[in-house]
Nanobody
Framework: QVQLVESGGGLVQAGGSLRLSCAAS????????MGWYRQAPGKQRELVAT???????NYADSVKGRFFNSLDNAKNTVYLQMNSLKPEDTAVYYC?????????????WGQGTQVTVSS
């Protein structure tokens, strides 16, 4: 099973930047689809960005042009660079890995990291 560990959340003022990290226990190339999600208080978890190996990242409209995903394959780590942050970006951010093994499809989630944007 793929394990994911996130880091990099924190408190930032509106207009500021943060970079989240998601370290996977296996090669990212072995994971079919990876994604970033977030969940604000009282709201459902929503998609922020998804990507699969060798393809472009798809971003939610609310973060396009402000958030950017990158990979460090040598470290099995993905990053989410978040710029021009807004108070409405406040949420717990989760990393997700969707992959297949001999016993079928799997989904792994990180523990989540809190991002708080003050106005």
């Amino acid at each position: 099973q793929v394990q994911l560990v996130e880091s990099g959340g924190g408190l930032v003022q509106a207009g500021g930047s943060l970079r989240l990290s998601c370290a996977a226990s296996k090669s990212i190339f072995s994971i079919n689809v990876m994604g970033w999600y977030r969940q604000a208080p009282g709201k459902q978890r929503e998609l922020v960005a998804t990507f699969s190996s060798g393809s472009r990242t798809n971003y939610a409209d609310s973060v396009k042009g402000r958030f950017f995903n990158s990979l460090d394959n040598a470290k099995n780590t993905v990053y989410l660079q978040m710029n021009s942050l807004k108070p409405e970006d406040t949420a717990v951010y989760y990393c997700n890995a969707h992959y297949y093994s001999s016993d079928g499809p799997h989904d792994s989630w990180g523990q989540g990291t809190q991002v708080t944007v003050s106005s």
